[in-house]
């Protein structure tokens, strides 16, 4: 009989995407479930955005093959947005390169940079994705804690303690802020020492940065330390600070050899985005400072309101100090299992949450509310709750 690859017996299918299909399910027994579940902004892109496609679509001239490594548009827009926003300089030629979304980075940057067998440092909790490519890919995964009482930042004498076995291989060390799913904020200090660990022990450092416009008026880039194109890499993404999570558009920022190690990977896998995503693209990163407060800060916070309410009666505990898309509660100690609230919360009061163990063993004890729905939809949701519970 046919058997799938070894590597498949590494990973399951992904939670939201095996998880999702229980919804739709639901959804046509007619149970209406309201989900609170995926960090897919529910708003439009700005007005020009959207304009700037369809001009772009309509010309007969546009929809040939573009070039890999991106538009001159594109990367001088997304060199300009750094430039803008962090006061980080980027080469728009050299030393920024547009992705089909950081999950595609990550499968460029790990080919490009990580053999098989060798390791990758990825946090406790974290995006799941960081886990399972590596796995894929044959990389060994060696995780390092991210603990609340540590403000969800890494904990160093870990880290040393890990790279400094006499097996270690660490090649690339995953890191994510502002993080998710706790909301732990960027700290200069952390970024900072991130790219000292990096230079002492001669490896990568990746930061995934899409939600510092989140809840968030500070902006801050692992590459606003001095050194830090030498030995990191940052991705950025549009899908959560431009409302453009379908288009799939993302950068990944570096210096111009390691930039030219990844092109070398993603030039034999894909072959350029669409020519008016790629000029919609750049017109977006055009958004005014009135745009990303009304869409980025004002709407989420109301929306953070009703969040923080939902937490309160599910008997949860959680920072308001919190940045990004989601809200991240630890679950009373009276709840043995934190599936079994949120599975009573989806089959009794019809709310999709998100169980925290998805994201690693130091998640087990909480839940994760996304703020990607209308109001009026977290207000029937917390109605729900409280009538259920």
Request: one cysteine or more.
């Given at each position: 009989?046919?058997?799938?690859?070894?590597?498949?017996?590494?990973?399951?299918?992904?939670?939201?995407?095996?998880?999702?299909?229980?919804?739709?399910?639901?959804?046509?027994?007619?149970?209406?479930?309201?989900?609170?579940?995926?960090?897919?902004?529910?708003?439009?892109?700005?007005?020009?955005?959207?304009?700037?496609?369809?001009?772009?679509?309509?010309?007969?001239?546009?929809?040939?093959?573009?070039?890999?490594?991106?538009?001159?548009?594109?990367?001088?827009?997304?060199?300009?947005?750094?430039?803008?926003?962090?006061?980080?300089?980027?080469?728009?030629?050299?030393?920024?390169?547009?992705?089909?979304?950081?999950?595609?980075?990550?499968?460029?940057?790990?080919?490009?940079?990580?053999?098989?067998?060798?390791?990758?440092?990825?946090?406790?909790?974290?995006?799941?994705?960081?886990?399972?490519?590596?796995?894929?890919?044959?990389?060994?995964?060696?995780?390092?804690?991210?603990?609340?009482?540590?403000?969800?930042?890494?904990?160093?004498?870990?880290?040393?303690?890990?790279?400094?076995?006499?097996?270690?291989?660490?090649?690339?060390?995953?890191?994510?802020?502002?993080?998710?799913?706790?909301?732990?904020?960027?700290?200069?200090?952390?970024?900072?020492?991130?790219?000292?660990?990096?230079?002492?022990?001669?490896?990568?450092?990746?930061?995934?940065?899409?939600?510092?416009?989140?809840?968030?008026?500070?902006?801050l880039s692992i590459l606003q330390v001095a050194g830090a194109k030498e030995c990191c890499i940052e991705f950025n993404s549009?899908?959560?600070?431009?409302?453009?999570?379908?288009?799939?558009?993302?950068?990944?920022?570096?210096?111009?050899?390691?930039?030219?190690?990844?092109?070398?990977?993603?030039?034999?896998?894909?072959?350029?985005?669409?020519?008016?995503?790629?000029?919609?693209?750049?017109?977006?990163?055009?958004?005014?400072?009135?745009?990303?407060?009304?869409?980025?800060?004002?709407?989420?916070?109301?929306?953070?309101?009703?969040?923080?309410?939902?937490?309160?009666?599910?008997?949860?505990?959680?920072?308001?100090?919190?940045?990004?898309?989601?809200?991240?509660?630890?679950?009373?100690?009276?709840?043995?299992?934190?599936?079994?609230?949120?599975?009573?919360?989806?089959?009794?009061?019809?709310?999709?949450?998100?169980?925290?163990?998805?994201?690693?063993?130091?998640?087990?004890?909480?839940?994760?509310?996304?703020?990607?729905?209308?109001?009026?939809?977290?207000?029937?949701?917390?109605?729900?709750?409280?009538?259920?519970?």
């Amino acid at each position: 009989m046919i058997q799938p690859a070894e590597r498949l017996s590494l990973v399951q299918e992904y939670y939201f995407s095996r998880k999702l299909k229980e919804v739709a399910q639901l959804n046509a027994e007619g149970k209406d479930i309201i989900s609170l579940a995926i960090g897919s902004p529910d708003m439009p892109p700005s007005e020009q955005t959207i304009e700037k496609l369809c001009e772009v679509a309509r010309r007969p001239d546009a929809h040939g093959y573009q070039p890999t490594q991106g538009t001159p548009e594109l990367r001088e827009a997304m060199a300009r947005f750094y430039q803008r926003w962090y006061g980080v300089d980027l080469d728009a030629k050299s030393e920024v390169l547009p992705l089909i979304g950081s999950k595609e980075g990550i499968l460029h940057v790990t080919l490009a940079f990580v053999n098989p067998g060798d390791e990758v440092l990825v946090p406790n909790p974290g995006y799941p994705t960081y886990t399972s490519l590596s796995k894929i890919l044959g990389a060994k995964v060696v995780n390092y804690d991210l603990r609340e009482d540590n403000g969800w930042q890494p904990d160093f004498e870990q880290l040393e303690q890990i790279v400094s076995r006499k097996e270690s291989r660490c090649k690339l060390l995953w890191t994510n802020y502002p993080n998710m799913p706790t909301g732990g904020r960027a700290r200069m200090e952390t970024y900072e020492r991130l790219v000292n660990f990096a230079q002492k022990h001669g490896l990568v450092v990746v930061n995934d940065n899409p939600y510092s416009f989140i809840l968030s008026e500070e902006h801050l880039s692992i590459l606003q330390v001095a050194g830090a194109k030498e030995c990191c890499i940052e991705f950025n993404s549009m899908s959560k600070s431009h409302n453009m999570p379908g288009w799939r558009v993302g950068l990944c920022a570096s210096n111009p050899t390691f930039i030219s190690w990844i092109l070398k990977v993603q030039s034999n896998i894909e072959s350029g985005t669409f020519r008016g995503i790629q000029l919609a693209a750049a017109e977006a990163y055009n958004n005014d400072e009135a745009w990303h407060r009304e869409y980025n800060i004002e709407t989420y916070a109301r929306r953070r309101q009703w969040a923080e309410r939902i937490m309160d009666a599910l008997g949860c505990r959680y920072d308001k100090r919190q940045v990004g898309m989601f809200l991240w509660g630890k679950i009373p100690e009276s709840v043995k299992n934190v599936e079994d609230l949120t599975e009573r919360v989806l089959h009794e009061a019809r709310v999709f949450i998100t169980p925290g163990f998805i994201f690693g063993t130091n998640g087990e004890r909480y839940i994760r509310i996304s703020l990607c729905a209308k109001e009026e939809k977290l207000e029937e949701a917390l109605e729900r709750i409280k009538n259920t519970l």
